[in-house]
């Protein structure tokens, strides 16, 4: 077994629209260490963030964030992912126009 230390997510701009932001690779576990959801715009935006598994969708039953509203100029440090565990295949997928997604964690393998 061995574990990997990773940025999972560089810093992707969100879109209106959920999108895939990370997959855990095949044969693979990951653990979300720390998240952050970072408003540079000028107005509140709203933002969800679903942790959905492998072969799913976005939807009411993966939502872990939602419609959180991020003011301009703040940050947000996602608690309610932290310590979450994707399986193979897994994702973290978010929406929130023009809001920035840092997380960073393991992969086990």
């Known amino acids: 077994m061995t ?4 940025r999972m997510v560089a810093g992707s701009q969100l879109t209106a ?3 895939t932001y990370y997959t855990s690779p095949a044969v693979t ?13 000028a107005g509140a935006v709203l933002c969800t963030v679903y942790l959905v598994p492998s072969g ?4 009411a039953t993966n939502t872990v964030i939602s419609g959180k509203s ?15 565990v994707l399986e193979a295949g897994g994702m973290i997928q978010a929406l929130g126009l023009n809001v920035t997604l840092i997380v ?3 992969e086990i393998v």
């Open 104 to 106: 960073s964690g393991a």
């Open 29 to 41: 576990k990951a653990t979300i260490k720390s998240a952050a959801l970072v408003n540079t715009t």
């Open 3 to 6: 574990l990997i230390v990773k």
């Open 56 to 59: 799913g969708a976005a939807g």
């Open 17 to 19: 629209a959920a999108a």
């Open 70 to 84: 991020l003011a301009a100029g703040e940050t947000y440090t996602c608690p309610e992912i932290i310590n979450q």
